[in-house]
């Protein structure tokens, strides 16, 4: 009989459970620090993102209904319930930017981070992906980084904002 989880991986697990009950512990198990705690566990994941199992371990400690910790990970756009880059890259593709050539800006974002749209670059910096009118039409095309929003778009625009990105330590709240 083979073991599904090896060794290694099993350590990785208790290491970011003892992880996870140490943010929990900070804020105390407090209910109200709910968005703190699961923004908090989403960036030590290293893949930018809150696992079920956290999850579930947050309603326990908490003493909260799992669901009421679902609504608030399915309610925020800052969370992500899937591995996903730091960084999400958002290129709108709604009517006013799609007519000003978000297409080629999806290409130059794809050209510049050596992936497609809807993947993640291999260390896990970026992730590419459309997003709908993000109601900056006016400097059309755009992409949207976290809260940030950058607009007409240009080829050595793309690589300068990518460039910003890397190396920069905090995550992406
Ligand atoms: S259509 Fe792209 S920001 Fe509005």
């Keep these: 009989m083979s073991l599904k989880v090896t060794k ?20 105390n198990k407090e209910k109200e620090q709910l968005l703190s705690i699961l923004l908090d566990i989403q960036c030590a994941s290293g893949e930018n993102y809150v696992a079920e199992e956290w999850a579930e371990v ?10 009421k910790v679902h609504d608030v990970l399915t309610f925020y756009a800052m969370f ?6 730091k ?9 006013p930017c799609h007519v000003t050539k978000a297409d080629a800006v999806v290409k130059m974002f794809e050209d510049v981070l050596g992936i497609g749209l ?8 970026f992730t590419l ?13 755009v992409a949207k980084i976290g809260e940030e929003v950058y607009g007409n778009l240009t080829a050595a625009k793309v ?15």
């Design 58 to 67: 947050v309603a326990r400690e908490l003493e909260l209904p799992i669901s």
């Design 8 to 27: 290694d991986q099993a350590l990785g697990i208790v290491k970011q459970y003892e992880q996870v009950l140490a943010i929990i512990n900070k804020y």
């Design 80 to 85: 992500s319930i899937a591995p996903q880059g």
């Design 129 to 141: 992906m459309h997003t709908n009118c993000v109601g900056a039409c006016e400097i059309g095309p």
């Design 118 to 125: 809807g993947q993640t670059t291999p260390d896990n910096l």
């Design 87 to 95: 960084y999400v890259i958002e290129i709108c593709k709604s009517t």
């Design 159 to 173: 690589a300068e904002i990518v460039n910003s990105y890397r190396g920069v330590s905090s995550c992406q709240k």
